[in-house]
Each structure stands twice: as structure tokens, then as C-alpha cells.
């Protein structure tokens, strides 16, 4: 079983519209949640963070967690061309520093 | 405040050669975790070093290394390269939770 799941995509959302992103994670300690983007040929950027269950609000994102059911998501508000990029979901287990596991990604494509 | 920078940005190798490669953290980050990036693996943790001392690793074979300065720059060296060491490598800084990294540009390594 794979530590972090995500849906591969492509994720196709019209211009305007709102992107639904989400990632499952299996270990149960677990923290700590990552969202990264990251354009075609570009390291990943860090985009939000949540440690709390609930929701945390950044401009057009919003990150949710709900840690009982082990499940993170990532809502980009009012979508525009310039959010198609892959979104990398990250863990960092309980007491491990450093160490982030990541999903494989979903990529996006916000159609104008 | 200046990013991470690594160096150098492309690299190509030869079959058993061995190859270094150097991350400079964000001023102040005193923790930097590597990552390996591949169209099929995804991102891979490597290892972490925070204040000199390796703190984390990850399922790596003992040809990857690596080290950090007192400066917190890191170096993390390849022996006897492999093809399959063709890949993205990434190194991210963060502060002493080593929590929020934020990613270097990378060094695309060629194994040939």
C-alpha cells in the first residue's frame, strides 16, 4: 500500500471554476500536510501547510484535513490558466524531522 | 532573503564514476533534506541533515551519501553511479522542525 495516494489526473476545470485536489495518507501518526505545486521542468513550491483538522484559508486556496479519516485536500478558488501545474501532496510522519513523503501527484489543467 | 541554490544545475556521468553535488539553504535554515525525482518513482526522501548530523534516511543503498557543513551547506555524493541514478535531485531547506522545505532548482544528473 502505497503511504500517500493521490489521484494521477489529469484534473481538467474551466477558468473560474473551483479545482478539488485530494491525497490519502495510511500512516495513522502522522502530523504534518504539504501542498506543493509544481510547474512542468520547476522544483516544487510550497503552497500551504496544515497541521490542524480542519480548514486553513490562504487567498484562493483552502487546505482540509481530516485526520480521523486520514485525508487531506487542496481547493483552488476562482481557477486560472496559471494554476496548471502538478499538485504534490506531502507527510511528514510523527517525529521525522525532515523526512516528507509525497504522493505521486495530480496534475491540473484549468481550460480558459 | 535569497532562495536555496544548488549547483551544478546539469550533470551528465559515466557508468561507475562518482558525482557530487552542493545545496546552499536559505539564510537562517539549518536543516536540509535531498530528494531523488524520476517520471516513475516520483519524489524519494534520501536523507536529512540537521546541525551536521545526519537525522533522518531513507531506503537508499550506502552509494548515496551525504554531509552538511557548519555553514549548513550540504553535499550529497553518488558512487559507482548506476543508469538508474539518472534522475532529479532536489535539496529543500527548512528551519530546525525541518517541517516547511522549501526546494532548491535542482541538478539534473545523466547517468550514461
Known amino acids: 500500500q502505497k503511504e500517500v495516494e493521490q489521484n494521477s489526473g489529469p484534473l481538467s476545470v474551466p477558468e473560474g471554476a473551483i479545482a478539488s485536489l485530494n491525497c490519502t495518507y495510511s500512516d495513522r501518526g502522522s502530523q504534518s500536510f504539504f501542498w506543493y505545486r509544481q510547474y512542468s521542468g520547476k522544483s516544487p513550491e510550497l503552497i500551504m501547510f496544515i497541521y490542524s483538522n480542519g480548514d486553513k484559508e490562504d487567498g484562493r486556496f483552502t487546505a482540509q484535513l481530516n485526520k480521523a479519516s486520514q485525508y487531506v485536500s487542496l481547493l483552488i478558488r476562482d481557477s486560472q490558466p496559471s494554476d496548471s501545474a502538478t499538485y504534490l501532496c506531502?507527510?511528514?510522519?510523527?517525529?521525522?524531522?525532515?523526512?516528507?513523503?509525497f504522493g505521486q501527484g495530480t496534475e491540473l489543467s484549468v481550460k480558459p | 532573503k535569497a532562495g536555496v541554490t544548488q549547483t551544478p544545475r546539469y550533470l551528465i556521468k559515466t557508468r561507475g564514476q562518482q558525482v557530487t553535488l552542493s545545496c546552499s539553504p536559505i539564510s537562517g535554515h539549518r536543516s536540509v533534506s535531498w530528494y531523488q525525482q524520476t517520471p516513475g518513482q516520483g519524489l524519494q526522501f534520501l536523507f536529512e541533515?540537521?546541525?551536521?548530523?545526519?537525522?533522518n534516511k531513507g531506503n537508499f543503498p550506502g552509494r548515496f551519501s551525504g554531509r552538511q557543513f557548519s555553514n549548513s551547506r550540504s553535499e550529497m555524493n553518488v558512487s559507482t553511479l548506476e543508469l538508474g541514478d539518472s534522475a532529479l535531485y532536489l535539496c529543500?531547506?527548512?528551519?530546525?522542525?525541518?517541517?516547511?522545505?522549501?526546494f532548491g532548482p535542482g541538478t539534473r544528473l545523466t547517468v550514461t
Open positions: 506531502a507527510v511528514n510522519g510523527d517525529n521525522q524531522g525532515g523526512k516528507l513523503i
Open positions: 529543500a531547506s527548512s528551519h530546525s522542525t525541518g517541517l516547511e522545505q522549501y
Open positions: 541533515y540537521f546541525s551536521e548530523t545526519q537525522r
